[in-house]
């Protein structure tokens, strides 16, 4: 059953200003409410984790809204956008904020991923929007299909997907859709010896709805070739014991997040674009 208000959809968001000082002010409310009902974000989570394995810190998203006192208001006319994505709750509230700041109209399609959590701090972000008297500015649609998709996207001026290549791969041909990878890993892996850290990266991605690859190439520069190749790719990541291979994957990777024998989950957030621009 769709969960969204049709008429609320064809409807132009509210008009307004953002001056640098009330743009502050509503910095300085957004972060109070997710201070003060911090608790609530962490049972929310509890309840996700049951489902998926993400874990949220408040204090990520107290980062992420200090990051905005430094953006400049661009306020558009009237821009209407779609954003289609997995739902992680960190790239939730940049797209909120960008949607204020550029005071662009967004209808967020999510799939099914930490529904509990983005419920919270959309409530809480609205919550914001009333109090500044700035109505209709962002609407969410849990659970994408194609049919909800197509019953609103000719409301909209734009069709924007994060992350999800399936989806991408599904409604581009029919669409003009715009593609902004997020955690979207390559890896490759060329020693036996660190298969078991190739099945641990592998699980945990997949439990944290990250897109991840399993390169399968017969040496290193088809691996490389294969990524360079990839522009759906925002990460690399390499399992080797040669420190040959190793310099030459930090050489000739080109335009990826390079991760080599470490890690590629240890930053919370993964690189956030303009998205509305």
């Known amino acids: 059953m769709e969960n969204f208000d049709m008429e609320a959809l064809k409807e132009p968001a509210s ?23 911090s608790n609530l974000i962490m049972d929310a989570n509890k309840t996700d984790i049951k489902h998926n394995k993400k874990q949220i810190k408040v ?34 509230l940049h797209i909120c904020l ?26 809480i972000f609205n919550e914001v929007l009333e109090e500044f008297k700035i109505s209709n500015l962002i609407n969410r649609v849990e659970n994408f299909s194609v049919q909800s998709f197509e019953k609103v996207k000719n409301f909209y ?16 041909d029919d669409n003009d859709v715009k593609f902004y990878p997020y955690n979207n890993i390559a890896l490759y892996c060329n020693s036996d010896e660190l298969e078991k850290l190739q099945e641990a990266i592998y699980i945990y991605a997949n439990e ?21 190749g990839d522009e759906q790719k925002s990460i690399a990541v390499l399992l080797t014991k ?13 335009n990826k997040e390079i991760f080599v024998n470490e890690n590629p989950f240890k930053k919370e957030v993964g690189k956030i674009y303009n998205y509305l621009k």
């Not at 990520?60 to 709750?89: A, S, T």
């Not at 960008?98 to 409530?123: C, D, H, P, S, W």
């Not at 944290?208 to 360079?228: G, K, P, R, T």
Request: net charge negative; with cysteine.
């Open 15 to 37: 008009r307004y200003t953002l001056t640098t000082n009330s743009l502050n002010d509503f910095l300085d409310k957004l972060k109070e409410l997710f201070v003060e009902n």
């Open 59 to 92: 204090k990520e998203f107290i980062e992420i809204i200090e990051k905005y006192r430094k953006k400049d208001c661009v306020l558009k006319d009237d821009e209407r956008k779609i954003v289609i994505y997995r739902g992680d709750p960190y790239l939730t």
């Open 98 to 123: 960008q949607a204020v700041t550029q005071r662009t109209k967004v209808l967020l399609f999510q799939q099914n991923f930490m529904l509990g959590v983005n419920e919270i701090l959309l409530k």
């Open 157 to 172: 001026d734009e069709v924007i997907i994060i992350g999800d290549t399936t989806t991408y791969q599904m409604l581009n």
């Open 208 to 228: 944290n709805e990250y897109e991840i690859e399993i390169i399968y190439a017969d040496d290193l520069n088809e691996a490389i070739e294969l990524i360079n």
């Open 242 to 254: 040669t420190d040959d291979d190793k310099e030459k994957f930090f050489y000739e990777i080109k």
